[in-house]
């Protein structure tokens, strides 16, 4: 298992989300932002929907799972 360094932008709380992976400082999950990039979104509509989030927390979702 990958420590919390190897992905500073995600956490994992059980309070949050049921302990699923969240960017950090947000209530989104790693699989949300996924789904989106899976249905076609680009990172500029994810951002626009969700202006709390950059390209680097989008980045970050991605190789967090890349290493799952």
Do not use: K, Q
Request: hydrophobic share 45%.
């Amino acid at each position: 298992m990958l420590s919390p360094a190897a992905h500073p932008l995600i956490t994992i709380d059980p309070e949050i989300r049921f302990g699923r992976p969240c960017i950090i400082g947000t209530r989104i999950s790693v699989a949300d932002v996924l789904a989106w990039l899976g249905n076609g979104m680009s990172f500029s509509e994810i951002i626009s929907d969700f202006p709390e989030l950059d390209e680097e927390m989008i980045r970050a979702c991605c190789r967090y799972a890349a290493n799952r």
